[in-house]
Structures are given as C-alpha cells and as structure tokens.
T-cell receptor
C-alpha cells in the first residue's frame, strides 16, 4: 500500500516563529487533507488540497502531486498551534484513506 | 448537531465482552468512515460506507469487528470478544460524497475504548 512519511517528526518553536512541515507519499493521490490534532484529540480540518496552493490566515499549504509531496506552512506560530499535524491521502480508485506518521509541534511562549 | 458526534466518549470493558460504538454523521453526508488510533500513532482506516453498504472493509483487523449503517445515517461499530489489544480511540468521519472536493472528511471526537 501507499507509504506516507512526514517530517520532521518533532518540532519545538518559539512563539512567533515560522515553520514548514512536509508530507511525502509513495503513489499518485487524488485526495489530500491536512489535519491538526489538538491536545484533546480532536482532528481539525486545515486544508483539502489534492493539488495547488491554498491559504487560510497564518496557514498555507502547497501540494505538488506530480512530485508526490505536500507542504504545510505555519507563520507567526502561537501556543494554540501545539499538537500533532497529520496529512492524509487517498489513492486513485480507492476510498481507503492513509494517514501520515505525523509531526508533533510544541510552541513555547 | 452541526458536526459528527460519537457515543460514548469513553468505554471501559472487560476482556471477552461485547461493545458497540455509535457514530452520528453530519446530516446529509452519504459517506462514513471508521478509524482506529492507538497511542502515538496516526488513525488507521477500518471501514467505509457509501449509503447503507460497506464499500470497503479492508481495514477491519479480524472477524470480531463488524459495522453496520442500516438506514444510511447512524453507524454502529461492534466488537465481539474484546481483547486488551483493542484498546484505542475509535474515530468516525463523514463526507458529503466520495467524489472530488465533496470527499473532504470531517471527524468526530472519538470513543476511547479501554479493555481491562
């Protein structure tokens, strides 16, 4: 099956810093989402982005499907950004969604 | 409600017992998914429903696990003869449809299952 690797696995940022999270996948996908899992375990939708670039406030994401990667940018980080960030992908012809390995982010004041 | 809801939020049971976990999807969403998340891991796909039928159950770990969605809305995940290894958070998600941008999935808060 498809392999989905995220980097870095862990990240500590000072409040106000910027960061880039990466998601690499091993096969063609037709669906890619980024989620933030908060410390209470709730998965929060950030982006639905099978290709192209989207922005939402301090967050933006870019997926280059032909090169099998996606990037999530967080600018001016806040302590509320702490948690685990997952990308999740679906391959053509299948409904099964595969989650990445996750990036655990801690933003310190 | 506006989002996906799951009940109970926590379930503690003894090894060998039967449990049922419930998911109420967002109203009008035809696609429903179940996932399992173990500590420190990402969610793992279990089963996908389109309407009333299980379109993909390839993620169910064994025949102790079964899920139904009889009226195409609420779904129940059933686990027989529970084992300690079944302890995890069980997540439910729904999407408007399985196609295109309508396939964006929205997750419920999960049910934390503990098997003693």
């Amino acid at each position: 099956g498809i392999q989905v690797e995220q980097s870095p696995p862990d990240l500590i940022l000072q409040e106000g810093a910027n960061s880039t999270l990466r998601c690499n996948f091993s096969d063609s996908v037709n669906n890619l989402q980024w989620f933030h899992q908060n410390p209470w375990g709730q998965l929060i939708n950030l982006f639905y982005i099978p290709s192209g670039t989207k922005q939402n406030g301090r967050l933006s994401a870019t997926t280059v499907a032909t090169e099998r990667y996606s990037l999530l940018y967080i600018s001016s980080s806040q302590t509320t950004d702490s948690g685990v960030y997952f990308c999740a992908v679906r391959t053509l012809g299948y409904q099964k969604v595969t989650f990445g390995t996750g990036t655990k982010l801690q933003v310190i004041p | 409600g506006a989002g996906v809801s799951q009940t109970p939020s926590n379930k503690v049971t003894e090894k060998g017992k039967y449990v049922e976990l419930r998911c109420d999807p967002i109203s009008g969403h035809t696609a429903l998914y179940w996932y399992r998340q173990s500590l420190g891991q990402g969610p793992e796909f279990l089963i996908y429903f389109q309407g009333t039928g299980a379109a993909d159950d390839s993620g169910l770990p064994n025949d102790r696990f079964f899920a139904v969605r009889p009226e195409g809305s609420v779904s129940t995940l059933k686990i027989q003869r529970t084992e300690r290894g079944d302890s995890a958070v069980y997540l439910c998600a729904s999407s408007l449809s399985p196609r295109g941008t309508a396939n964006e999935q929205f997750f419920g808060p999960g049910t934390r299952l503990t098997v003693l």
